[in-house]
Nanobody, 126 residues
């Protein structure tokens, strides 16, 4: 059974940084892709970044150069390093996972993910 538990959300000022973590269990990193999604009030959930079992990564255009997704297979932890945060980054951030053998590496954020964590709140405000 896949379990995903996010942590690291907080309130920060514009320009600040945060690192989100997702503790994963039941994941086989050799066949799963992992992703970070976010959902702001009144908006649809959107994929922010994704990583596959070969460490290929995808990013939403609006976070490229500011956010970095990574994983530590030894500890089964997924990370999202967020720098130069903007008020529009305010949202609940979710960790997601999906079996992804055969997925196109350049399109990881566009596939459907069916395993989700409970979310962690990120607020960017002065």
């Amino acid at each position: 059974q896949v379990q995903l538990v996010e942590s690291g959300g907080d309130s920060v000022e514009p320009g600040g940084s945060l690192r989100l973590s997702c503790a994963a269990s039941g994941i086989t990193y050799t066949t799963y892709c992992m992703a970070w999604f976010r959902q702001a009030p009144g908006k649809e959930r959107e994929a922010v970044a994704a990583i596959d079992f070969n460490d290929n990564t995808n990013y939403l255009d609006s976070v490229k150069g500011r956010f970095t997704i990574s994983k530590d297979a030894a500890t089964n932890t997924l990370y999202l390093q967020m720098n130069s945060l903007k008020p529009e980054d305010t949202a609940t951030y979710y960790c997601a996972a999906e079996w992804c053998v055969g997925w196109t590496p350049s399109r990881l954020i566009y596939y459907k993910y069916h395993r989700w964590g409970q979310g962690t709140q990120v607020t960017v405000s002065s």
